[in-house]
């Protein structure tokens, strides 16, 4: 556990410089934080337990499902938007 966190911790160092130029008044780190945040929660509802599958199959919950990739997308260009309109 260990490892795995002083290589991510390595690896930001590489991209929050990167993310602090484009946006001056982020702090880079909390952003990576954010985007993990949003990563881990929209690939949890997109992928329901077995249990859950055929309920969302029935149409009346078809509004449950979540598309990660158009999810995560959309939820990113927003904390974008967000976040340049705030700098």
Do not use: C, Y
């Not at 410089?17 to 954010?34: D, F, H, I, S, T």
């Not at 993990?36 to 077995?50: D, E, Y």
């Not at 029935?58 to 340049?84: I, N, P």
Request: hydrophobic share 50%; aromatic share 6%.
């Amino acid at each position: 556990a260990l490892e795995f966190k002083a290589f991510l911790l390595e690896q930001s160092t590489r991209v929050i410089p990167r993310l602090e130029a484009l946006l001056p008044n982020v702090n880079g780190l909390e952003l990576l934080q954010w985007l993990n945040a949003l990563v881990i929660g929209l690939a949890q509802l997109s992928q329901p337990a077995a249990a859950m599958k055929p309920i969302l199959e029935r149409s009346e919950f078809q509004a449950l499902k979540v598309d990660f990739e158009s999810a995560l997308t959309r939820s990113l260009s927003a904390l974008l938007r967000g976040l340049k309109e705030q700098s």
